[in-house]
T-cell receptor, first 113, second 114 residues
Framework: GENVEQHPSTLSVQEGDSAVIKCTYS??????FPWYKQELGKRPQLIID?????GEKKDQRIAVTLNKTAKHFSLHITETQPEDSAVYFC????????????FGAGTTVTVRA | DTEVTQTPKHLVMGMTNKKSLKCEQH?????MYWYKQKAKKPPELMFV???????INESVPSRFSPECPNSSLLNLHLHALQPEDSALYLC?????????????FGEGSRLTVL
């Protein structure tokens, strides 16, 4: 099955700096890569996703890049703010009929004021 | 309404009890999921219902029994649980076929088994 590795496990950044989280996946058939943010005591929420026919996607301060050849994708958060403090999970899944999302282990991001 | 509602928010039960977790969505989503999440870990898929039929059972022990009475409701019946089953149980829904988009999670039911 799919194996998604996520690094780093923890990340502490100064407010206003950038944060980068990297994930690698094992199944070359994976074609959908979402990122979920989970604040303490809250539900996971989708913040951005990318499909394999796209190399990069941006939404305000958040961007995701995908390198299909190397089988890795990354989340970039610019101008970090205290409300960006949360656990971030990357995930991968295969074709349109696959309900299974393989999650990475998560990255705890702390933004220092 | 873009919410998935789960009840109860907290549940404490003994190993001989029978209880149920409930989940409801009114977004017209046709796929509903149960996930288990331990502290500081990613959600682990347990069950998927697609168009009210059980589509995936990730080899979950029979002490967990899912039920999908209709397209808006999903239950998880609990019986003879073990202390290691203590976790946050998340319900989620999505539009329909596979990875067509976002999983909408509920806030979860935090289960403690004594």
């Amino acid at each position: 099955g799919e194996n998604v590795e996520q690094h780093p496990s923890t990340l502490s950044v100064q407010e206003g700096d950038s944060a980068v989280i990297k994930c690698t996946y094992s199944d070359s058939a994976s074609n959908y890569f979402p990122w979920y943010k989970q604040e303490l005591g809250k539900r996971p929420q989708l913040i951005i996703d990318i499909r394999s026919n796209v190399g990069e996607k941006k939404d305000q301060r958040i961007a995701v890049t995908l390198n299909k050849t190397a089988k890795h994708f990354s989340l970039h958060i610019t101008e970090t703010q205290p409300e960006d403090s949360a656990v971030y999970f990357c995930a991968a899944s295969r074709d349109a009929n696959d309900y299974k999302l393989s999650f990475g282990a998560g990255t705890t991001v702390t933004v220092r004021a | 309404d873009t919410e998935v509602t789960q009840t109860p928010k907290h549940l404490v039960m003994g190993m001989t009890n029978k209880k149920s977790l409930k989940c409801e969505q009114h977004m017209g989503h046709r796929a509903m999921y149960w996930y288990k999440q331990k502290a500081k870990k990613p959600p682990e898929l347990m069950f998927v219902y697609s168009y009210e039929k059980l589509s995936i059972n990730e080899s979950v022990p029979s002490r967990f029994s899912p039920e999908c009475p209709n397209s808006s409701l999903l239950n998880l019946h609990l019986h003879a649980l073990q202390p290691e089953d203590s976790a946050l149980y998340l319900c989620a829904s999505s539009q329909g076929q596979g990875n067509t988009g976002e999983l909408f999670f509920g806030e979860g039911s935090r289960l403690t088994v004594l």
